[in-house]
């Protein structure tokens, strides 16, 4: 059975993030009690905004010794209700782990915190001259870090794959507290266990995400965008096979 949030578990959390990163009234809880989940709504009791993995460990550590459920959120723009607190207990906000680290353009390779908006570190790896190509709809507001806990997509899958294949390494913070590293900056990685895509989709089951390491790629010279109408679905299906069968992929394609 859980316990409730007391004010000497509050004063706690207050201690680990700072007493202004800690949100316990009645609008911020209905708030975070959403995300884009069509008539879903489940209040967390609170809300924290750590902004270390050290942090966030020690929540963790604390929510298991007073056996007090942890929800992470990201940007609040999933479908699935992966944000949503179903038992109450403490939300972690993502918010402060906004961080672009390194966009290293030798390598083609990224560190990034979670926070960071999708669109935000797609517009800063074109300023130079790379390509990060996920896609999914939210990427105005959705933060990399909730990408990876639902494995986003989006038109460009069909080209360019999912979230998932562009993620070298992650460091996560386990259910039990200990702050683990995942995989590396390198493309070939074979050895040991394959954390980093058991984490990916988990959608924050299995740990919070607080550091990713992402690989790039090139930015394409050329983009040109077409349209093509059609009286019938079933010829619009055909087309698109015949496209492939060409030789042609093309970056996108979205009915």
Partial sequence: MQNKISDSITLRLSDIVGKENVYTDNDSKFV????????????????????????????????NELLIPVIPRGGG????GGALPVYGGICISMERFKKIIEIDEENLQAIVEPGVITQVFQDECEKVGLYYPPDPASRGSSFLGGNLAECSGGPRAVKYGVTKDYVLGIEFVSPTGEIVNAGGRVLKNVSGYN??????????????????????????KHRKVMLAAYSNIDDCARTVSRIFQSGITPSALEL
């Fill in 32 to 63: 975070y009690s959403k995300d884009y989940t069509e008539n879903l709504s489940f209040e967390p009791d609170i809300i924290v905004k750590p902004a270390t993995a050290h942090e966030i460990s020690s929540i963790v550590k604390l929510a």
């Fill in 77 to 80: 723009t999933g479908l699935s």
């Fill in 195 to 220: 954390l980093t895509q058991l984490i990916v989709g988990s959608e924050g089951t299995l740990g919070i995400i607080t550091k990713i390491y992402f690989r790039l790629i090139p930015m394409p």
